[in-house]
């Protein structure tokens, strides 16, 4: 059967299935090991935000809707990251109730040889092919991804209900 309705776009379509399908396989399993802590493509992904917002300052649960999972798996994996000494919970100052999560010196060690490592292996490739495009057409493909996202998590919620 000729699958009409995607047009021009199959290709891209079926690459992105086939990507998220890999993806999908190996999200939680602790597979990396960095001195002696193995770490799942979820933990690290965690690692990454919580980091990059100590400069945004964005809340838990904001982290968490960026990442695109719920705030119970967000709070899942932060334990787990808290376990293996690469996260911190520290109540904030005047309200014991409030927490925030830091990166500890070992995470910030463990995400500096993960991501030198991924970048290698993974993103170096798809960096040179998104080289060929201007900024404008990136940004478009980036805009694409998202509309995708967005409908495939408002399929999620009405799941739910």
């Given at each position: ?34 001195r ?11 690692l ?27 709070t ?48 170096s ?5 998104l ?31």
């Open positions: 059967m000729k699958l009409d309705w995607m047009g021009e776009y199959r290709g891209v379509v079926e690459a992105l299935i086939h990507y998220c399908n890999i993806y999908a396989g190996v999200y939680r399993i602790e597979k990396m090991t960095y002696d802590v193995r770490y799942s493509y979820a933990q690290i992904q965690v990454e935000y919580l980091l990059e917002n100590e400069e945004r300052g964005d809340n838990m649960c904001s982290i968490a809707r960026r990442l695109g999972i719920t705030r119970s798996n967000f899942k994996i932060t334990q787990r990251l808290v376990q293996k000494g690469l996260v911190e919970k520290k109540s904030l100052p005047g309200c014991r109730r409030d927490l925030c999560v830091e990166v500890t010196p070992f995470g910030r060690e463990l995400y500096e040889d993960y991501s030198k490592g991924v970048f290698l292996r993974h993103f490739s798809m960096f040179e092919e080289e060929k495009l201007t900024p404008e057409a990136r940004a478009y493909v980036r805009d694409a991804l998202m509309a995708a996202m967005h409908s495939a998590n408002k399929d999620r919620s009405d799941d739910s209900k």
